[in-house]
């Protein structure tokens, strides 16, 4: 994992530039993402580093956010054959 250091930094995800203040954390665009244990592990070993603003959001909203919704018909195609 990368020690965490402050000032520009480039996104691990969509390598645009972003601003670091980990030297001041509770001002840091990533101390504003509510981020569970598992989630934060998950993210760390998926990416080398810190992710800006946009895509921590992104990420965050994808794992965390609302069931996917599949019509009935297409039920079938998501479930497992010898369940």
């Keep these: ?4 250091t402050s000032g ?4 691990a995800r969509c390598d645009k530039p972003f601003e670091c203040k980990a030297h001041d954390i509770a001002n ?6 509510k ?3 598992l989630m ?4 760390q070993d998926a990416f080398e580093g810190c992710l800006c603003n946009e895509c921590l959001n ?5 794992i ?3 069931p996917i919704y599949v019509k009935p018909s297409k039920m079938a195609d998501f479930m497992d054959p010898f369940f």
């Design 1 to 4: 994992m990368t020690p965490l």
């Design 8 to 11: 520009t930094k480039s996104c």
């Design 28 to 33: 840091c665009h990533c101390s504003t993402v």
């Design 35 to 37: 981020v569970e244990d």
């Design 40 to 43: 934060l592990k998950q993210l």
């Design 58 to 62: 992104s990420v965050v909203g994808l």
């Design 64 to 66: 965390t956010g609302p």
